[in-house]
């Protein structure tokens, strides 16, 4: 098998999660013999060579991440610029988002699952992921202890059934948090969060607190 890959994010490749994602789900591939050319739409000045890899291959995956229930619109112009092939191509997707219950992300699914239908080619199924949130900012062995799933996904793709196995829908995780596991998170986000955020906009040059009114000044 010979893969296409495509990130579909609007940020360049060095500070994309989506690229640390794809990083370790093509060690998968390759782990069980599969091929893999890689591109990013963020960088403009690829779309030509995109496209051509795109028409001349049959096996193309789509990673990219969900911002607030909405596909990035770099993507969206960047597919409306694809022609449209038959139903030997094959389009799948790697769904990812900061949101960590499986229901966030419900609605970009349902969206990318219509899509191959407008480009003329077959559904490979999309993989659902979020808790992705921040990857980027992490020291290097956090980032491989975040994405190292996603190897073992990679590992499944290059097996040929796309992402319709039960390994590819348990890999979701929860689709609801229970109440207590809710309350929970909301305690983490405004004590241990709060603490890693205001450390990466430090980071960043920014010093003033995060919850700062400013407009009161």
């Known amino acids: 098998m010979h893969v296409v890959i495509i990130n579909g994010s609007p940020r360049v490749q060095k500070y994309s999660n989506t690229e640390k994602i794809i990083a370790s789900f093509t060690k998968g591939l390759v782990e069980k013999g599969a091929t893999f050319e890689s591109y990013a739409v963020s960088d403009r000045q690829s779309w030509e060579r995109i496209r051509e890899a795109y028409s001349k291959n049959e096996e193309i995956l789509i990673a990219l991440p969900l911002y607030v229930e909405c596909v990035p619109g770099l993507l969206l112009e960047f597919l409306e610029t694809l022609p449209k092939k038959d139903e030997r191509t094959r389009l799948s997707f790697l769904l990812q988002s900061g949101f960590a219950e499986g229901c966030q992300l419900r609605c970009g699914e349902e969206f990318l699952e219509k899509l191959p239908n407008y480009l003329g080619v077959r559904y490979g199924g999309c993989l659902v992921k979020g808790d992705n949130f921040g990857i980027r900012v992490l020291e290097e062995e956090k980032q491989e202890q975040a994405t190292k799933p996603y190897q073992a996904m990679g590992e499944l793709f290059a097996e040929g059934d796309g992402f319709f196995r039960e ?12 109440l207590p596991m809710s309350l929970l998170m909301q305690v983490v986000f405004k004590t241990f969060g709060k603490k890693i955020f205001q450390k990466v906009a430090a980071s960043w040059g920014c010093h003033t607190p995060l919850d700062e009114k400013v407009w009161e000044i």
């Open 167 to 178: 390994e590819a829908k348990k890999f979701t995780g929860p689709e609801y948090f229970s």
